[in-house]
């Protein structure tokens, strides 16, 4: 069954410490892959993406993601974690186009001062 | 200017009330969804629209009914609303295939 997995439901990591997140999937073949980030009590932002091309890609706010085909996963990663960065964190696949999008159940992101 | 924009932002109504919530971009984007979230921060597609034609129509019962009046506009009605139905709603545009989506700020909606 195709699926997306975000295996921690909550981190805690302390300002200034790098940051993971994890991310597999399971589909037929290799979707288009993103990840968001949701602010308590606001809409969901995007982050970055991979469509094709480069398996690092970058994003806003410092963020990076590496796409790993063996290993099926697109894991987030940012080197200093900042307190702002505190937020629900959301995995995201679209297997064949944009309108069927399917997200994991997220993870949660706190940061110790 | 706000992109993707959803009124209202709370809603607290009884059980078996109709309710509508309004969604309208700015981006001129061609296709426009609706999300549940559930309590448990669970995101599932509801229904998507391009072109003013519904694209996914997943599991949900037909008391929810989506309507564009055109490509900016896409509202969500409910009819005859249950306790399960208390969840926040996004809605979210996107610029066509192979593009990210959109979010608006979402619209919390509490049955009694």
């Known amino acids: 069954a195709q699926s997306v997995t975000q295996p921690d439901i909550h981190i805690t990591v302390s300002e200034g410490a790098s940051l993971e997140l994890r991310c597999n999937y399971s589909y037929g073949a290799t979707p288009y892959l993103f990840w968001y980030v949701q602010s308590p009590g606001q809409g969901l932002q995007l982050l970055l993406k991979?469509?094709?091309?480069?398996?690092l890609v970058q994003g806003i706010k410092g963020f990076e993601a590496e796409f790993k085909r063996s290993q099926s996963s697109f894991n987030l990663r940012k080197p200093s974690v900042h307190w702002s960065d505190a937020a629900e964190y959301f995995c995201?696949?679209?297997?064949?186009?944009?309108?069927?999008?399917?997200f994991g159940a997220g993870t949660r992101l706190t940061v110790k001062p | 200017d706000t992109a993707v924009s959803q009124t209202p932002k709370y809603l607290v109504t009884q059980m078996g009330n109709d309710k509508s919530i309004k969604c309208e971009q700015n981006l001129g984007h061609d296709t426009m969804y609706w999300y549940k979230q559930d309590s448990k921060k669970f995101l599932k597609i509801m229904f998507s629209y391009n072109n003013k034609e519904l694209i996914i129509n997943e599991t949900v019962p037909n008391r929810f009914s989506p309507k564009s009046p055109d490509k900016a506009h896409l509202n969500l009605h409910i009819n005859s609303l249950e306790l399960g139905d208390s969840a926040v709603y996004f809605c979210?545009?996107?610029?066509?295939?192979?593009?990210?989506?959109?979010f608006g700020p979402g619209t919390r909606l509490t049955v009694l």
């Open positions: 991979y469509f094709s091309g480069d398996t």
């Open positions: 979210a545009s996107s610029p066509g295939t192979y593009n990210e989506q959109f």
């Open positions: 995201a696949v679209a297997p064949y186009n944009n309108n069927d999008m399917r």
